[in-house]
């Protein structure tokens, strides 16, 4: 990838963050910390690394997203507006309006260029690998399927692995958001999880951990997935994040930060670039 992508991606990421603070600033408390995490990761997939126009969203050979991580589905409304489906100000007006579009998990009812409907952790991946495999005899689309990694407590997970080793879905891209909270209390606390790598590695996946903070590691993550010379595995992105990346009180203290406001102070000094990581 040329260093002038990487930039305009970096700033993209940037910039959508700075739209999800304000839309948390002006609508109330969201899932922040677990949204600001991820950012950079679902920033690359949709404007660079993803097959998919979102002009034409039913397209069948499409790149499909699940992010199963459903609860963080606040920053997709932003991209997708970003890209120009709808007013920003609409997704503020309409925000948890009732059977509205914008509920606090997306709902593909509502918004049909939203993959799956999630919420409840531990169905996003089952449902990533089942579209994996009905493209694996001749459709070319790839699945990128995006985990908390509290989520991975959850036991269907690593059945759909097992079946998605078994099936050899090469097709199948599971990024983990490894930001090392499970709602407001560390993973390791709850029920440990490490070694990640070494478990994937077990049930016959390929395997890459790295920042997931850094645009640049998360551009060569996905470049290695896409472009693997003998692809015959599901390809795992340990993702590496900080819960509440760009704010530093998220980040000093993330626990508090799953699910809050953002105070007109904090907005200001995210803007004014205090924000040294």
């Known amino acids: 990838m040329m260093a002038a992508e990487q930039e305009w991606l970096e700033k993209k990421a940037d910039e959508i963050r700075t739209k999800y603070l304000q839309y948390v600033n002006k609508t109330g408390r969201s899932h922040v910390g677990g949204s600001l995490s991820m950012c950079e990761i679902v920033v690359a997939l949709y404007y660079r690394f993803m097959k998919y126009d979102i002009g034409n969203y039913s397209d069948p050979d499409r790149d499909r997203f699940i992010l199963s991580k459903g609860h963080c589905s606040e920053l997709l409304y932003i991209i997708f507006s970003d890209m120009g489906l709808y007013e920003f100000d ?89 930001n090392g909270y499970s709602s407001c209390q560390k ?16 049930f016959g996946c390929e395997v890459l951990r790295i920042n997931g903070n850094a645009m640049k590691d998360v551009c060569y993550a996905l470049e290695l997935a896409l472009n693997r010379s003998d692809p015959k595995k599901p390809f795992v992105v340990i993702a590496c994040t900080k819960k509440g990346y760009g704010i530093r009180a998220a980040m000093d203290m993330p626990g508090e930060w799953h699910h809050r406001e953002v105070s007109d102070e904090i907005l200001e000094e995210f803007k004014k670039g205090e924000k040294s990581l």
């Open 90 to 178: 609409e997704l503020v007006q309409e925000r948890g309006r009732m059977n509205g579009r914008f509920s606090g998990h997306a709902d593909r009812r509502y918004l049909p260029y939203i993959e799956v409907s999630t919420g409840s952790l531990g169905h996003g991946l089952p449902v990533a690998a089942g579209c994996a495999h009905a493209a694996i005899t001749g459709k070319p689309y790839k699945v990128f399927c995006l985990l908390g990694d509290g989520e991975l407590n959850e036991g269907s997970n690593w059945e759909a692995v097992m079946y998605a080793v078994h099936n050899s879905l090469h097709n199948l891209v599971i990024i983990i958001d490894r």
């Open 187 to 202: 993973t390791e606390d709850i029920m440990g999880l490490e070694d990640l790598d070494s478990k994937f590695l077990s």
